[in-house]
């Protein structure tokens, strides 16, 4: 079965860092395009960042800009997002997603339909 575990979150300081990462199995991770997703509350699910199927390539949300990083390990399944300067309207559930068809695609997707699989979520709450 096709699992994607999201772990790192937890309660922060506004301006402080937090590092998330997602563990997968029972997929191709390696010809997967990987994304992170939050959902704030009383809100619909939005992109966040994404990472082509070879890392070579990322894309973020501009809010994100500058501030998040994602990366990710092929040889451990594992995809990461460093979140730093942290604020309160980053207060979400965050989830990570795979996108299966992500090597045959002509660019990396940032829209939750061409997402195949999600994770359960991980809590982050900033403070002020």
């Known amino acids: 079965q096709v699992q994607l575990v999201e772990s790192g979150g937890g309660l922060v300081q506004a301006g402080g860092s937090l590092r998330l990462s997602c563990a997968a199995s029972?997929?191709?991770?390696?010809?997967?395009?990987m994304g992170w997703f939050r959902q704030c509350p009383g809100k619909e699910r939005e992109f966040v960042a994404a990472?082509?199927?070879?890392?070579?390539?990322?894309y973020y949300a501009d809010s994100m800009k500058g501030r998040f990083t994602i990366s990710r390990d092929n040889a451990k399944n594992t995809v990461s997002l460093q979140m730093n300067s942290l604020k309160p309207e980053d207060t979400a559930v965050y989830y990570c997603?795979?996108?299966?068809?992500?090597?045959?695609?002509?660019?990396?997707?940032?829209?939750?339909?061409?997402?195949?699989?999600w994770g359960q979520g991980t809590q982050v709450t900033v403070s002020s």
């Open positions: 997603a795979a996108d299966l068809l992500g090597k045959l695609r002509s660019y990396v997707r940032t829209d939750r339909p061409f997402y195949n699989y």
């Open positions: 990472i082509a199927w070879n890392g070579d390539s990322t």
């Open positions: 029972g997929l191709s991770f390696r010809n997967a395009n």
